[in-house]
């Protein structure tokens, strides 16, 4: 079938939920993502593009999140457990190109604490498959090449490293990016689907919490 953009709404996992990024969630937001340590290795143009304060941050976000034509930004919460329905997170549908039926699933960073928890394989999870669900046919996942964590991450997905666009984008801090970038086909859909799905049943039904029991991957873009 054609490629449609989703109609924006809530979706509902075990672990999380993604719920349609509002300004009001800014505050949260800044508060689970606006940390050097996701910025650290790349995320958002690096430790350079850290933003020091609520403003710099409203500026990021901004920029980062705000819903386009061809964009639909998350925000990622948790479900279930002492921390139920606390904003861990954020992940936007982007690039949306119907008629070559691309989407690029990216600008997706989360509070440290559920690095390497179940959240990060629920999102994707969730993410590919409302892109597939809805016509797209192939779906990019990027990172920093030197964010050597978000490129283990994705690659645990079961994305397809297709290689490295050199000289890819600016920092804040004036050097150049080199972009790993990676895609997952709807051929490739099934396998990446099931291997998901078989990560958050080793997971189980126990609910992710804050308390730091994960053992990290963080954000991509």
């Known amino acids: ?12 996992g075990r672990h999380v939920a993604l719920t349609p990024l509002a300004e009001h ?8 993502i606006g940390r050097p340590e996701v910025f650290a290795g790349g995320f958002g143009g690096g430790p350079s593009a850290f933003p020091v304060d609520d403003e710099s941050f409203e500026r990021f976000a901004r920029a980062s999140y ?15 457990g002492p921390d139920d329905g606390t904003l861990v997170g954020a992940t936007k549908l982007g690039d949306l190109d119907l008629p070559n039926e ?8 989360f509070d440290p604490r559920v690095w390497g928890t179940a959240v990060n394989p629920e999102v994707k ?49 004036g050097t150049w990016r080199d972009t790993a970038v990676y895609a997952v086909l709807i051929d490739d859909w099934p396998a ?10 080793a997971w189980g ?12 991957d963080g954000g991509d873009r």
């Open 66 to 80: 705000t819903p386009a034509a061809d964009a639909i930004p998350f925000a990622v919460r948790l479900r279930g």
């Open 102 to 109: 691309s989407a690029h699933i990216g600008w997706t960073g």
């Open 1 to 12: 079938m054609p490629a449609t953009r989703p109609l924006v709404h809530t979706l509902e």
């Open 125 to 173: 999870l969730m993410m590919l498959g409302l892109a597939f669900d809805h016509g797209f046919g192939r779906v990019r996942l990027q990172a920093d090449a030197v964010n050597a964590r978000s490129r283990a991450a994705i690659a645990k997905l079961g994305a397809a490293f297709e290689g490295i666009h050199r000289r890819a984008m600016r920092r804040p801090d």
């Open 25 to 32: 969630d800014l505050p949260a937001l800044r508060a689970a």
């Open 205 to 216: 039904d126990r609910p992710v919490t804050l308390d730091g029991d994960g053992d990290g």
């Open 192 to 201: 990446v689907r099931a291997g998901l799905e078989a990560r958050l049943d």
